[in-house]
């Protein structure tokens, strides 16, 4: 498999030298190797589990309450227009 980390690295905005594209690369078709490897393991008979320590969420309860307004939230930004945050757009015209 042939993976374009040059277009993965525009993507996500990553100015990379040729060389950690090559470094990049081979680790990325080392990753999916072995997701692959996983891919064949036979799990027809195994239960779904979501996870396995049996521990419950100990977290506050969610109470909604007033959020930041507008001006706060966008005060400390200098690429903003018409109330929001502007941003370099991440996706080809073609």
Same mark, same amino acid.
């Given at each position: 498999?042939?993976?374009?980390? *040059?277009?993965? %690295?525009?993507?996500?905005? !990553?100015?990379?030298? =040729? ?6 690369? @081979? #680790?990325?078709? *080392?990753?999916? %190797?072995?997701?692959?490897? !996983?891919?064949?393991? =036979? ?6 589990? @979501? #996870? ?43």
């Amino acid at each position: 498999m042939k993976l374009n980390v *040059s277009h993965i %690295a525009r993507l996500a905005n !990553l100015p990379l030298t =040729d060389e950690e594209k090559k470094k990049f690369e @081979s #680790q990325l078709e *080392s990753t999916l %190797a072995y997701i692959e490897q !996983l891919n064949e393991v =036979d799990t027809k008979n195994i239960e779904p589990t @979501s #996870q396995v320590t049996g521990l419950e969420n100990v977290l506050r309860e969610d109470v909604p309450q007033a959020s930041l307004s507008q001006e706060i939230v966008l005060s400390n930004t200098t690429n903003k227009h018409n109330g929001f945050f502007k941003v370099k757009g991440i996706f080809d015209n073609a």
